[in-house]
């Protein structure tokens, strides 16, 4: 059974900085993409990163690059985000997803329960 | 980038009832389209790939169609278990949500 859990959100004021973790289990973690997928409170879902199996390309919304880094380390099945330059639009529900293929141009098939992040002052 | 819009924004319907939800794409995808169920407080959860693709353990109320820019999810009988908010995405280039459709009783 595929399980993804994440962990690390909270509340953090703005231009602080966060780290996201996703643990995964129940499938060969390297050879899918992975993505963090956000949802502020009471809207709609954005891509945030994404980045593919062995981690040699990643993929960010424009209004995070240069803020947000996305990593993985394969031999510990997790996925990280490290979130930097945090701003108030950046409170969200950060959901972690595993994707059908190797890297991108494929969709999303299973989702963590996600962690909410609040950036306030 | 590709925009996606989902009409209607909500939409209001009895048990029984045939729904259809529509998503427009603003270049053509292909067929590279998928529809997620979400409910509240929870993770949203994959229905359709490909355009017309069933999930493995998604009833089969549940249906997709379209190619290019214009796609449809229909639901042919309405359950209770079936009031979500709905979602298409596009994955031909990166990828895109569109705003969303909550389906609530009438």
């Known amino acids: 059974e595929v399980q993804l859990v994440e962990s690390g959100g909270g509340l953090v004021q703005p231009g602080g900085s966060l780290r996201l973790s996703c643990a995964a289990s129940?499938?060969?973690?390297?050879?899918?993409?992975m993505m963090w997928v956000r949802q502020a409170p009471g809207k709609g879902l954005e891509w945030v990163s994404g980045?593919?199996?062995?981690?040699?390309?990643?993929y960010n919304v424009d209004s995070v690059k240069g803020r947000f880094t996305i990593s993985r380390d394969n031999s510990k099945n997790t996925l990280f985000l490290q979130m930097n330059s945090l701003r108030a639009e950046d409170t969200a529900v950060y959901y972690c997803?595993?994707?059908?293929?190797?890297?991108?141009?494929?969709?999303?098939?299973?989702w963590g329960q996600g962690t909410l992040v609040t950036v306030s002052s | 980038d590709i925009q996606m819009t989902q009409s209607p924004s909500t939409l209001s319907a009895s048990v029984g009832d045939r729904v259809t939800i529509t998503c427009r794409a603003s270049?053509?995808?292909?067929?590279?389209l998928a529809w997620y169920q979400q409910k509240p407080g929870k993770a949203p959860n994959l229905l359709i790939y490909?355009?017309?693709n069933l999930e493995s353990g998604v009833p089969s109320r549940f249906g997709g169609s379209g190619s290019g820019t214009e796609f449809t999810l229909t639901i042919s009988s309405l359950q209770p278990d079936d009031f979500a908010t709905y979602y298409c995405?596009?994955?031909?280039?990166?990828?895109?949500f569109g705003r969303g459709t909550k389906v609530e009783v009438k």
């Open positions: 997803a595993k994707l059908m293929g190797y890297a991108s141009g494929t969709y999303l098939d299973y």
């Open positions: 129940g499938f060969t973690f390297s050879n899918y993409a």
């Open positions: 980045i593919s199996g062995s981690g040699g390309s990643t």
């Open positions: 270049q053509s995808i292909s067929d590279w």
């Open positions: 490909r355009a017309s």
């Open positions: 995405q596009q994955y031909y280039s990166f990828w895109t």
